[in-house]
């Protein structure tokens, strides 16, 4: 995303004309698949993961304005952590899945315990409630094939 925007600043702040600019489109594709072609790795499961989660939990406190931003933020987190998997004499591990399911529940866990009617609590639960059905219409629609 970092990319994205120094491209974009650097065209609309530079003195190229728009017919100079055709000759960056390669450059710019060639970044753009290195970016997307870095695969996470087992570090991002202990660096980033425990530290990209509380920040989304903690603005879907404040107002559900925000909420189906933070969704599709929490579902590419997830689908980065889906492709972390380990190899073994009995098959393939999914670690990164385990592992954010793992951080996903303890910040679930933490709100469990505050009564009904808290607003703040509230909140989280029907932001996880709109993830779940949101990751499940995914799902069908992947199955289906449904646009």
């Known amino acids: 995303m970092d ?4 491209f974009f600043l650097f065209l609309h702040t530079s003195n190229i004309s728009k017919g100079d600019r055709s000759d960056f489109q390669p450059k710019w594709r060639e970044i ?3 970016a997307r072609a870095r695969a996470a790795t ?6 980033i993961l425990p530290t990209a ?5 903690e603005q879907c406190q404040s107002t559900t304005a925000n909420h189906r931003k933070n969704i599709v933020a929490l579902r590419k987190i997830q689908d980065t952590c889906a492709t972390i ?3 073994t004499a009995r098959g393939t591990r999914l670690v990164g899945e385990k592992a954010f399911n793992g951080v996903f529940i303890d910040m679930l866990n933490r709100v469990l315990g505050v009564k009904k009617g808290v607003s703040v609590a509230d909140r989280v639960v029907k932001f996880v409630a ?3 059905t949101y990751i499940t219409e995914l799902g ?3 199955d289906d094939s449904c646009s």
Do not use: G
Not at 3 to 6: F, G, K, P, Q, S
């Open 3 to 6: 990319a994205a925007l120094l």
């Open 42 to 47: 087992a570090s991002y499961l202990t660096d």
């Open 140 to 142: 069908t629609c992947r």
């Open 130 to 132: 709109s993830y779940i």
């Open 53 to 57: 989660l509380p920040p989304i939990f």
């Open 32 to 34: 753009m698949v290195n």
């Open 85 to 87: 998997t380990e190899e």
